[in-house]
């Protein structure tokens, strides 16, 4: 069993910079991929960046370029730092890891972008 523990959400300003920490805890063997995943009112929960074992990245196309995704396995911990917000990235962000083909999640960290 993983628990996956979010911080750093919030409030922040258009145009601005965010950074989101997940740490997880319990089982820390094999975890691979990490990353997260956010969702805004009424849509689907859509996928913003994921980093594999091996430091591979993948972003999804609504953040591509303004957004840095990173992690310190001696910590189980990764990192999503966000630039150039638009109120557009408003919505609840969740972490999320698989470790032996099982997916986690974190409870979700809610980022409000103010115009």
């Known amino acids: 069993q993983v628990q996956l523990t979010e911080s750093g959400g919030g409030l922040a300003q258009s145009g601005g910079s965010l950074r989101l920490s997940c740490a997880a805890s319990g089982s820390r063997f094999s975890i691979n991929p990490m990353g997260w995943y956010h969702q805004a009112p009424g849509k689907e929960r859509e996928m913003v960046a994921l980093i594999t074992n091996g430091g591979s990245t993948v972003y999804g196309d609504s953040v591509k370029g303004r957004c840095t995704i990173s992690r310190d396995d001696e910590k189980n911990t990764v990192y999503l730092r966000m630039d150039m917000l638009t109120t557009e990235d408003t919505a609840v962000y969740y972490c999320?890891?698989?470790?032996?083909?099982?997916?986690?999640w974190g409870q979700g960290t809610q980022v409000t972008v103010s115009s």
């Open positions: 999320y890891c698989v470790q032996f083909d099982t997916d986690y």
